[in-house]
């Protein structure tokens, strides 16, 4: 069955820089759509950006990280990565990768889909 195992996660300082990592099984083939969520104490879990299937379009990102995250698979490696940089408080979370059938998406943006445990991002 599907498996997703994140690292990467840490604590770091305001304008600083971290790369988190996904590791998932080969039952994620290249169709599927990947993607991080994070989630604060408190808050709902947010989808940060999304790298579609072959083909499904340039990538998704939210409004809150556009130009300063960058996502990315590396399908023959069977991992994704999330670039973060200039980070900020706001983006203290519990960041979680999560894969889907969907070559957009839809499922886990629905809640549904596969998820790994995450790891944890802490800005000061």
């Known amino acids: 069955h599907v498996q997703l195992v994140e690292s990467g996660g840490a604590s770091v300082q305001s304008g600083g820089s971290l790369r988190l990592s996904c590791s998932y099984s080969k039952d994620v083939v290249s169709t599927y759509c990947l993607a991080w969520f994070r989630q604060a104490p408190g808050k709902q879990r947010e989808g940060v950006a999304a790298a579609y299937s072959v083909g499904g379009g340039d990538p998704f990102y939210h409004a809150s990280v556009k130009g300063r995250f960058a996502i990315s698979r590396d399908n023959a490696k069977n991992m994704l990565f999330l670039q973060m940089n200039n980070l900020k408080p706001e983006d203290t979370a519990m960041y979680y990768c999560?894969?889907?059938?969907?070559?957009?998406?839809?499922?886990?943006?629905?809640?549904?889909?596969?998820w790994g445990q995450g790891t944890q991002v802490t800005v000061s």
């Open positions: 999560a894969a889907d059938r969907d070559p957009i998406c839809f499922n886990v943006f629905k809640g549904s889909g596969h």
